[in-house]
Nanobody
Framework: QVQLVESGGGLVQAGGSLRLSCAAS????????MGWFRQTPGKEREFVAA????????YYADSVKGRFTISRDNAKNTVYLQMNNLEPEDTAAYYCAADSLGITLRAGRSAYWGQGTQVTVSS
């Protein structure tokens, strides 16, 4: 079992930045692919970014490429999402996800999910 706890959400003006963090409970964190998804009311959860177990490979949704950066610190069991040049369209609840298979994670079928953290971008 892996417990994931997100933090770092909040209210920011358009063009601003936020960094989300996701702390994982398990010591085998370094064996899991990690990712971020987001969801707004009435819409399906969408993929934002993912990173493989070592941090060597990263993946991004087209809508965030060049603005968001995913990274991980396996010594701290933590994955980060640095979000720059935020837009009102980025407003959503952001969820951290973990899975032993990166392809499963990126498809939105992760075994483990956090409780979410709200990001609100004002225009």
């Amino acid at each position: 079992q892996v417990q994931l706890v997100e933090s770092g959400g909040g209210l920011v003006q358009a063009g601003g930045s936020l960094r989300l963090s996701c702390a994982a409970s398990r010591r085998t964190f370094s064996s899991y692919a990690m990712g971020w998804f987001r969801q707004t009311p009435g819409k399906e959860r969408e993929f934002v970014a993912a990173i493989n177990y070592s941090g060597a490979n990263t993946y991004y949704a087209d809508s965030v490429k060049g603005r968001f950066t995913i990274s991980r610190d396996n010594a701290k069991n933590t994955v980060y999402l640095q979000m720059n040049n935020l837009e009102p369209e980025d407003t959503a609840a952001y969820y951290c996800a973990a899975d032993s298979l990166g392809i499963t994670l990126r498809a939105g079928r992760s075994a483990y999910w956090g409780q979410g953290t709200q990001v609100t971008v004002s225009s």
